[in-house]
């Protein structure tokens, strides 16, 4: 079975700073994909980032970039130019990509709360 | 586009007791996974739906059963309600077509068992 283990129970950054977000996660498979998943206080999960595991490039989306340590089963998050908006549980997901016929289930770290500072 | 909708949003219940939690997928989705997220944890897979059938189901006992109708929404059952059940509840759609596709979802029914 897959695990995805977050060690950072909360992480605080000052507006403006830039702050990482740690995930490992172990699993038998070559084939899979990894996310941030943001969930604000309206608890509503919300997609930050995906990267594909076949893929060597490290995904960013605008702010958000990830360290993708294949060997080493590490996907890290980076948030640049913090915003106090970025203030939320951060969570680090799994999903197989063995396909049959409907996408596999998430497997999610126990997550990361971020406090954002003035 | 209204997106993932579920309902209740709050709900309190008593042990024992049997409750059912709705969701309407994202336009477009056809199929619905359920999650379990207890107090300061992750969400936990419950099950997944497709063509009204269940396709997935996770480490729960079958106090948990769940229904999808032929409009893709679905409901969530738990019955002999135990205060362990206290959680958030998330549904989340996608759509089969593509093996790329992305999970959207709702706000969550916060359901307290007392």
């Known amino acids: 079975a897959q695990t995805v283990t977050q060690s950072q129970p909360e992480m605080s950054v000052q507006e403006a700073e830039t702050v990482t977000l740690s995930c490992t996660y172990d699993t038998s498979e070559s084939d899979y994909y990894l996310f941030w998943y943001k969930q604000p206080p309206s608890r509503q999960m919300i997609l930050v980032i995906r990267?594909?595991?076949?893929?060597?490039q490290n995904a960013t989306e605008n702010r958000f970039s990830v360290n993708f340590q294949k060997a080493a089963k590490s996907f890290s998050l980076k948030i640049s130019d913090s915003q106090l908006g970025d203030a939320a549980m951060y969570f680090c997901a799994y999903r197989s990509g063995a396909y049959t016929g409907t996408a596999s289930k998430l497997t999610f770290g126990t997550g990361t709360r971020l406090q954002v500072t003035l | 586009d209204a997106g993932v909708t579920q309902s209740p949003t709050h709900l309190i219940k008593t042990r024992g007791q049997q409750v059912t939690l709705r969701c309407s997928p994202k336009s477009g989705h056809d199929t619905v996974s359920w999650y379990q997220q207890a107090l300061g944890q992750g969400p936990q897979f419950i099950f997944q739906?497709?063509?009204?059938?269940?396709?997935q189901r996770g480490n729960f006992p079958d106090r948990f059963s769940g229904h999808q109708f032929p409009n893709y929404s679905s409901e969530l059952n738990v019955n002999a309600l135990l205060l362990g059940d206290s959680a958030l509840y998330l549904c989340?759609?996608?759509?089969?077509?593509?093996?790329?596709?992305?999970?959207?979802f709702g706000q969550g029914t916060r359901l307290t068992v007392v």
């Open positions: 990267q594909e595991a076949y893929k060597q």
């Open positions: 989340a759609s996608s759509w089969t077509g593509s093996r790329y596709t992305e999970a959207f």
């Open positions: 739906y497709y063509e009204e059938e269940e396709r």
